[in-house]
Each structure stands twice: as structure tokens, then as C-alpha cells.
């Protein structure tokens, strides 16, 4: 990959031609809300070309609190993506949280990387150090 940048949403174009690989972040507010600068990004991420990028997705939550919606923004950036021609990479097993229900779970597992730092930091390292080397194998 010979370009490396980093992009706040509320900013960004989404020309993601020079990149073969991208990769989406957002917290869940509320009860399974995008954060608010994604709300009008979202329609530009739908409106990408993305045919044959890899795709990652990270994000956090509160799963105590917000167990019936935990994760919902990946879910809801995965949904914008989904179809697109892109090779989603980097998802989780569900085993080691705890939650109801989750748009961030397809056949499974969390489209991507999940953190939970109210309820569960003791496990944040070894999640992100986790997903690094699975995203690292898969690109």
C-alpha cells in the first residue's frame, strides 16, 4: 500500500480510488446511532466506488447499558457497503462479549472490531492486538 492517510468523516470526500485498503470507525450513540458526522457520510460511502477495495470496520460501544444495540454503527456502515464489490475483512467472534443484540453481527461475528472500554478495558489491548494481526494476515 503506498498511501497511508487518516480521515475525519465530517471532512472526508469518498474518493477512495489510490487506496486498496479502508477502514471505517464509528462509536454507537444512543440506542444504535452512527455518530452524527457518519449520518451525512453515510450516503457519500453508499455512493463510492469501492469494487475490489478491502474493507475493515472497528468501533465502540457500551454493551451493559446499550445491550440491545451494541455495536449498531458498524452494522449500519457495513449495511452502506454491502454488495458494493468490496472484500470485508477483520471480523470478530462474538464469544468473548456480552450483549443481547447486535446489526453489527452477520453469520456470527461482528463485521469488524468491537470495544467495549466501559465495561470490558481489560480486554481493549487484546482485542485491537488481535484484529491487527487478522487484518495484517488478511491484506
Known sequence: VSNSDLYDSAKANADYSTYD??????????????????ESYINKV??????????????????????????????????????????????VSTDSYTYDESEAVVDGKFVGLMIDNDNEPDMTEDRINNW????????
Open 46 to 91: 453508499k455512493a463510492a466506488n469501492l469494487d475490489g477495495k478491502k474493507i475493515a470496520l472497528f468501533g465502540c460501544g457500551d454493551s451493559s447499558s446499550y445491550s440491545d444495540t451494541f455495536g449498531d454503527a458498524i452494522g449500519k456502515i457495513y449495511n452502506a457497503i454491502k454488495g458494493k464489490g468490496a472484500q470485508v475483512i477483520g471480523q
Open 132 to 139: 491487527v494481526e487478522a487484518l495484517k494476515q488478511a491484506i
Open 21 to 38: 485498503v479502508v477502514l471505517f470507525g464509528s462509536s454507537t450513540l444512543g440506542v444504535g446511532d452512527l455518530q452524527d458526522d457518519w
